[in-house]
């Protein structure tokens, strides 16, 4: 089975596509240059001794609704307790009556 051709609409559809795809390259482009900018924080973090890998983890916890991040949490602990690992809060407690 064949693909089925594109019919324009009556009127000037070449422009109007035209117009569609020059947006979706320039929202390209700006993308490319967040995307730098964002490198270049990470590396700033950095250089002033923040490890980039955890404020990434930390970025994506913060945007996560509050039961959601609860719910992670609990389970990371479960999945610790069942491997037989500390869970993070019970390697905090572990550490501070040593």
Known sequence: MSAPQWTPRPGNSGAILKGFIERV???EA???????DVR????????NGFDPK??????????????????????????ARALGEPAPDED???????
């Open 25 to 27: 390259e320039r929202l």
């Open 30 to 36: 700006e993308k490319k240059d967040i995307a730098k």
């Open 40 to 47: 270049d924080v990470y590396a700033e973090a950095k250089g």
């Open 54 to 79: 955890i404020m990434r983890i930390m970025i994506k916890r913060r945007a996560m609704e509050a039961a959601a991040r609860a719910e992670q949490d609990a389970l990371v602990a479960t999945y």
């Open 92 to 98: 905090d407690a572990t550490s501070s009556s040593d």
